[in-house]
């Protein structure tokens, strides 16, 4: 039984990973998940898989060298998939030492046992492990609204603290290949969206800002382009990437599907209307009247966009679900999944851990 040592496994991408492995492998893994559970980190994501004999949940911060140490020791892992971040430009913004304390000590704390748990007396690495560092476009900085694409030989030119703090880790990762010839990978992933998304993030807020007739914020004018991928068609990539992509090798992930800012937010409200039934007292609260514009974030991007071009080449990857279908499927969860909603918005969801581990 293979081991996966998956780090923030608890935040957005993580549990979707985390789900997605264990509809693929059953009963053939095992997941060991470690998570800090700062803001975003939310066991109630995992609630359904939490009780499977082959699912390990520990909380640590990947910056305690010693915790990390004890997983590594007491466990075989064959293979790590390090997702544990801070990722939001804004909170990075306000308190950027957050985010080099995580991304990148934290990173090198992670390599480090790694490289500790599978070095062999020669230098060499025992067959089969492999490290997978789960990375961002943001750290290639921004493109022309005109045209061309991010390439995994493009450039890094990060712009915020939070894409310095990735890029930083990134070049880490790239430096232990280089140097120790250590059994690793990147994937830089365009953004994300789908279930469990933490609400600071634009797609969840929005739908959830309108259903209950909030304003809906827009930076500057609302004409930023980004390219969005939906969270399955990258869990599905990482796993293609961490069983046969090339070692040492970086992969981009994106979707081809850019859209501006402002034209998501029209999407959302148009698909919510579509949605809601006539007699759903929430399609009072759905308006256009509430797009509110602010002022545009500090060293706020243009544009992103991601060619997969050697993903799609060399392991056969490419986004399986359309933006349109994508949005639909994401809005039907949060209608469903309203009770996480609530807690997540009110801050309730971070008392699961000490209810469900009985921590007094």
Not at 202 to 209: G, K, Q, S, T, V
């Amino acid at each position: 039984m293979r081991t996966y040592l998956v780090t923030g496994g608890a935040g957005f991408i993580g549990s979707n990973y985390i789900h997605y492995m264990f509809r693929k492998y059953g009963d053939e893994i095992r997941i060991i998940n470690v998570d800090a559970l700062t803001y975003a980190g939310n066991l109630e994501n995992l609630r359904d898989i939490e009780k499977r004999p082959n699912y390990t949940f520990i909380k640590a911060d990947i910056c305690d060298r010693e915790a990390i140490e004890k997983i590594f020791s007491e466990n075989d892992i064959d293979r790590v998939v390090h997702f544990a971040a801070e990722s939001h430009v804004d909170r990075s913004i306000r308190n950027p030492e957050i985010f080099v304390q995580t991304n990148v000590m934290g990173t090198a704390v992670m390599l480090n046992c790694a490289k500790a748990a599978w070095e062999l007396p020669d230098g060499g690495f025992q067959e089969g492990k492999r490290f997978l560092h789960v990375s961002t476009d943001e750290v290639y900085g921004s493109l022309d609204e005109d045209g061309g694409y991010f390439y995994e030989t493009t450039p890094y030119a990060p712009h915020s603290p939070y894409s310095a703090s990735k890029a930083s880790s990134d070049m880490l990762v790239k430096a232990y290949v280089d140097t120790y010839q250590f059994p690793a990978n990147i994937t830089n992933c365009s953004n994300n969206y789908g279930p469990y998304q933490f609400p600071e993030k634009l797609i969840p807020l929005i739908i959830n800002n309108a259903l209950h007739g909030r304003k809906l914020p827009v930076y500057g004018d609302g004409k930023n382009v980004r390219d969005w991928l939906y969270v399955e068609d990258h869990a599905r990539a990482i796993d293609m990437v961490q069983e046969n992509g090339r070692l040492g090798e970086t992969y981009n992930v994106g979707g081809h599907n850019e859209k501006q800012n402002i034209e998501i937010i029209h999407i959302i409200l148009d698909t919510l209307l579509e949605m809601l039934p006539q007699d759903d007292p929430r399609r009072k609260s759905v308006s256009y009247d509430l797009i509110t514009y602010v002022e545009d974030r500090k060293g706020h991007d243009r544009r992103y966009a991601i060619a997969p071009d050697k993903i799609r080449a060399e392991l056969g990857w490419e986004p399986e679900v359309m933006f349109k279908d994508g949005i639909r499927k994401t809005i039907a969860w949060f209608f469903a999944h309203e009770e996480w909603m609530a807690h997540v918005t009110s801050g309730d969801y971070q008392k699961y851990y000490d209810e469900m581990y009985q921590v007094k």
